[in-house]
């Protein structure tokens, strides 16, 4: 309407992110330029980050990882021995999480509620201190090879993969504030204990897509065309759900084949 009456409309909220989207929404560019760019991007980051996501397949062949699917760890609250939920929760052949299930250690009829979470104490290299978190481990990972999918348990490899991945250096800029805090403590009070150790932007992250989504952010912002990098900061930050431990895949996914991400979720 600005335009048809040869006005220029001004787009401004109280959230920065919300201006963001709305500037991007409105934005005119170029579609080849965008697409080359990204494409050049993307390119560019495969070539050197693809190795944070090979896995095992047969002899010397390897595939690429898709997703991993990480599963809590609790303790159980008559034992106080650790249970893997995937492992001890989840029924395969019917397709569904179990309401109560069997401790693996002492065998009592437990619920999620009657357990609480097992923590592990890790040194945050961004942070460059010792933190407590929550602990969880990889217990699927879903990869291609050849056009084709595959799914296994992580293995000796994979684990030393992770390993190496968390005590690197991740050679480019990420943000690393602290979460707003709300009553002293960020996080709802009544989960108690739900966001153990996540108190930093960075720790909504895997470590290994932090890597790559600094890699990608880093090359948008030395785009020269001011239109198609905040098209293409736009593009990744769409995407930044998907990515991060708050995205998390349906039940169908796991045992039918099914499905796909799930733009809300949990940490666990």
């Known amino acids: 309407a600005a335009q048809m009456a040869n006005r220029h409309g001004i787009l401004c909220d109280l959230s920065p992110a919300a201006s963001f989207i709305s500037y991007n929404f409105n934005l005119s560019v170029n579609s080849t330029d965008f697409e ?39 303790q159980c609250s008559y034992c106080r021995e650790e249970l893997v939920f995937w492992e001890a929760a989840v029924d395969s052949s019917a397709g569904r999480v179990q309401d109560s299930f069997p401790c693996p250690s002492c065998g009592a009829q437990v619920t999620k509620r009657d357990l609480t979470h097992a923590t592990e104490r890790v040194y945050d290299k961004t942070l460059t201190l010792e933190i407590e978190r929550n602990r969880q481990v990889p217990v699927l990972i879903d990869y291609s090879v050849g056009g084709k999918r595959y799914r296994k348990r992580a293995d000796d490899q994979d684990l030393e993969l992770i390993s190496k991945i968390e005590s690197s250096e991740i050679p480019y800029w990420y943000p690393n504030y602290r979460m707003v805090l709300r009553d002293g403590e960020w996080g709802d009070q009544w989960r108690s204990g739900y966001h153990t150790g996540v108190t930093h932007i960075h720790h909504f992250f895997t470590r290994r ?47 039918d084949g099914g499905g796909g991400a799930i733009n809300a979720g949990s940490l666990g």
């Open 36 to 74: 080359r760019e990204a494409k050049r991007i993307l390119k560019e980051v495969e070539a050197e980050c693809s190795w944070l996501y090979e896995t095992q397949h047969t002899g010397r062949q390897k595939g690429l990882i898709n997703y991993i699917m990480w599963s809590d760890v609790f």
């Open 209 to 255: 897509n932090l890597w790559v989504l600094s890699a990608i952010v880093a090359r948008v912002k030395s785009v020269g065309d001011h239109r198609t990098r905040s098209a293409l900061l736009f593009f990744v930050t769409a995407a930044m759900r998907y990515v991060s431990r708050l995205s998390k895949l349906g039940n169908a996914y796991y045992f």
